[in-house]
């Protein structure tokens, strides 16, 4: 096992991951930028070292500074989080190229995967079901009218890089599939590239449902259930929770054996996410994308096994054995607390004057920042994951719906409405909904 990590990100999770390096016994170190300077992470590092401006190609964008501070802190390992360069392959292979220990994939896998029609054509080739859509990148609009001809409207349209669901568009017809498509080439044109386009028989009525999958160190490629998240305003998640109350146990156990199908086609290592759509009968599902990286996510699949995910990542990548997590046990529920107006969802930034978190049985909150802080416009307004567990889903309902009234952030407007009106919301609770239900409560 190396002796010291560098935490290649910021707030929550940047915490998160240095809580557990930390109980390891191994040296944490962090870096930071200027606007983040006095947050949480910062100082619970064992050491930690500034990048530069608040600007994240200055900062925490910028490869070279990463890598300096990687050397200069004496850094054997670099754990990317997520977001950032966290599937960036090119980032990937110079750590491992200086020498030092990549947490995550390998490069190689992560390319293969980035692409989303490569990895499409890749899971289709793996057996794992995909929908009708384009096997070749879309360039032109009028490749994608003739494409979408082909496949039947409506169509989801999105960059064929990138991730998060930035980017995406839905198309009924031909006019709304012009607008989609400029919409998506922006976004491509974002990540460096062409215009590379994939068109996708669009889904309505869906579950957003993704399987956790660690890769170990000799090729065995494990699945540890499924997290639906189905909850999401603009394509971005918002809650999430495990087991999906719309999956039988007949379409979990073909989704979890697809999954691992998934992780063993590109040879994963470490922790990954295959996302799957369900189709509206809860019949059927079809390849998404794959994540590979560590998910926001990623607390409910740990209530709900008991194992720490970031420790296994770093075992992992250490090469050691590591024992196969227990079966998924009780329900877990995490809601992204976030500085946006919770009608609209614009960000909302501002200066934290009261962060008081809700604590008890079966509560977790992962945050990262407390009170004074100040959330800037500089990145994802994510400020915390509150997640909940019960040995039922009504029990992990009922302490979600205290939890969320005691959580109280005054300042920056926050989410927290809207994850209490989502608690009393019927559709929500009775388990029955899908990724149009916020699109529906803002109608």
């Given at each position: 096992m190396f002796e010291s990590v560098l935490v290649a990100n910021r707030g929550e999770i940047a915490r998160r991951i240095i809580r557990t390096v930390r109980r390891m016994g191994l040296r944490a170190i962090a870096v930071y930028s200027e606007a983040d300077a006095d947050l949480p992470f910062v100082?619970?590092?064992?050491?930690?070292?500034?990048?530069?401006?608040?600007?994240?190609?200055?900062s925490y964008l910028d490869a070279g500074k990463v890598l300096e501070a990687a050397r200069a802190s004496g850094a054997q390992a670099v754990h990317p989080g997520y977001g950032f360069f966290s599937e960036n392959a090119g980032f990937a292979r110079a750590v491992v190229d200086a020498g030092l220990t990549w947490i995550g994939p390998s490069?190689?896998?992560?390319?293969?995967?980035?692409?989303?029609i490569n990895a499409r054509n890749l899971m289709e080739a793996a057996g794992v079901p995909v929908a009708a859509g384009t096997r070749e990148p879309v360039t032109e609009l009028e490749q994608a009218?003739?494409?979408?001809a082909g496949i039947g409207y409506p169509v989801m349209v999105k960059a064929a890089g990138g991730g998060g669901g930035i980017g995406m568009g839905v198309a009924h017809d031909e006019a709304g599939l012009a607008k989609a498509f400029e919409q998506a080439s922006r976004a491509a044109a974002r990540f460096g590239g062409p215009p590379a386009i994939l068109l996708?028989?669009?889904?309505?009525?869906?579950?957003?449902?993704?399987?956790?999958?660690l890769g170990l160190a000799d090729g065995t490629v494990l699945a540890l259930g499924e997290r639906d998240c189905s909850v999401q305003?603009?394509?971005?998640?918002?809650?999430?929770?495990?087991?999906?109350?719309?999956?039988?146990?007949?379409?979990?156990?073909?989704?979890?054996?697809?999954?691992?199908?998934?992780?063993?086609?590109v040879g994963y290592l470490g922790a990954g996410t295959v996302e799957c759509l369900v189709d509206a009968d809860r019949q059927d599902f079809v390849f998404l994308e794959m994540n590979t990286r560590l998910q926001v996510e990623h607390p409910v699949t740990e209530l709900v096994t008991g194992v720490d995910l970031v420790e296994l990542q770093l075992r992992i990548a250490a090469g050691e054995a590591v024992e196969p997590p227990p079966a998924p046990r009780g329900?877990?529920?995490?809601?992204?607390?976030?500085?946006?107006?919770?009608?609209?969802?614009?960000?909302?930034?501002?200066?934290?004057?009261?962060?008081?978190?809700?604590?008890?049985?079966?509560?977790?909150?992962?945050?990262?920042?407390?009170?004074?802080?100040?959330?800037?416009p500089?990145?994802?307004?994510?400020?915390?994951?509150?997640?909940?567990?019960?040995?039922?889903?009504?029990?992990?309902?009922?302490?979600?719906?205290?939890?969320?009234?005691?959580?109280?952030?005054?300042?920056?407007?926050?989410?927290?409405?809207?994850?209490?009106?989502?608690?009393?919301?019927?559709?929500?609770?009775?388990?029955?909904?899908?990724?149009?239900?916020?699109?529906?409560m803002r109608a």
């Open positions: 100082r619970e590092a064992d050491e930690a070292i500034l990048l530069g401006p608040a600007n994240p190609a200055q490069p190689e896998a992560i390319e293969r995967m980035g692409d989303k009218v003739a494409a979408a996708e028989r669009y889904i309505e009525r869906a579950r957003h449902v993704e399987v956790q999958i305003r603009r394509h971005q998640k918002v809650v999430e929770e495990t087991p999906s109350p719309g999956v039988t146990p007949e379409l979990r156990e073909r989704m979890l054996a697809a999954a691992v199908r998934a992780g063993e086609a329900h877990a529920i995490e809601f992204r607390v976030y500085a946006e107006d919770p009608k609209r969802f614009f960000p909302g930034p501002g200066k934290i004057d009261v962060w008081e978190e809700p604590s008890g049985e079966g509560v977790r909150v992962d945050s990262g920042y407390t009170g004074g802080n100040t959330v800037t500089f990145y994802d307004p994510l400020m915390a994951k509150l997640c909940v567990y019960g040995e039922t889903r009504d029990e992990a309902l009922e302490r979600a719906g205290k939890a969320v009234a005691a959580f109280l952030v005054e300042g920056p407007k926050n989410n927290l409405p809207f994850c209490a009106e989502l608690l009393a919301r019927p559709e929500f609770v009775g388990g029955g909904y899908d990724t149009g239900l916020v699109a529906r």
